[in-house]
């Protein structure tokens, strides 16, 4: 038998088990789990904001100090009255936005606050995947700051709603025709013991398993 059509005949064999193989691993995944790109770090966070207007006479914080609900973080005094300055949770200052003896008004955002301790990751799921999605599914995940590490996590809360009905403002067409867009709803997953290299806004992957 010519040697070429031999070696020809391996190959096709070769070939035809690898797509196979592709195939049943594809099968496998889609069936096992729904997985996500479309993911993102999040934490609770809030502002620190000024109740009065005047002058910023002290500013205890800056960006990556640790706070308590409560504290005490700096005073506004317009010279007649002081008011002080306070935080309304637990976290870590991400964002100072003010320096001691600014001028600042009521209501303006001085710093930023996150709890850093207890955070999570938002990922927007199709809505073909929401019937296979329960709270309590245990969750891979991979965090882009962090990418040679795989956290695991847990469904927290499925969303009530799609990501659309938050938009700004409505799709719409210009001819008035209608093409159909898969729609995203927001889940909320746990991410255990993140490493220090893990920040809100970072960009992540998740695998959740059925």
């Given amino acids: 038998m010519n040697i070429r059509l031999?070696?020809?005949?391996?190959?096709?064999?070769?070939?035809?088990?690898?797509?196979?193989?592709?195939?049943?691993?594809?099968?496998?995944?889609?069936?096992?789990?729904?997985?996500?790109?479309?993911?993102?770090?999040s934490a609770d966070m809030m502002p620190v904001v000024s109740t009065y207007s005047g002058v910023l006479t002290d500013w205890h914080v800056k960006t990556g100090s640790n706070v308590t609900?409560?504290?005490?973080?700096?005073?506004?005094?317009?010279?007649?009255?002081?008011?002080?300055?306070?935080?309304?949770?637990?976290?870590?200052?991400?964002?100072?936005?003010?320096?001691?003896?600014?001028?600042v008004q009521a209501g303006q955002v001085l710093a930023q606050e996150a709890d850093l301790d207890h955070m999570y990751i938002i990922a927007n799921i199709k809505e073909k995947d929401l019937k296979d999605l329960k709270v309590g599914q245990s969750v891979?995940?991979?965090?882009?700051?962090?990418?040679?590490?795989t956290f695991s996590g847990t469904?927290?809360?499925?969303?009530y709603a799609t990501t659309s009905v938050f938009s700004v403002l409505p799709q719409q067409s210009s001819t008035?025709?209608?093409?159909?867009?898969?729609?995203?709803?927001?889940v909320k997953i746990s991410i255990n013991q993140p490493s220090d290299k893990v920040l809100p806004g970072m960009n992540a992957e998740v695998k959740i398993s059925l």
């Fill in 6 to 41: 031999i070696i020809g005949n391996v190959v096709g064999v070769l070939v035809v088990f690898i797509l196979i193989a592709a195939g049943a691993y594809v099968y496998y995944q889609n069936e096992n789990y729904i997985k996500t790109s479309d993911a993102v770090v």
């Fill in 69 to 103: 609900d409560k504290d005490v973080v700096g005073t506004v005094s317009d010279g007649t009255k002081a008011v002080p300055v306070s935080t309304r949770m637990n976290g870590k200052i991400i964002k100072s936005d003010v320096r001691k003896n600014e001028l």
């Fill in 140 to 149: 891979d995940i991979n965090v882009d700051g962090d990418s040679g590490k």
């Fill in 155 to 159: 469904v927290d809360e499925i969303g």
């Fill in 176 to 186: 008035g025709s209608y093409t159909k867009v898969t729609q995203k709803v927001p």
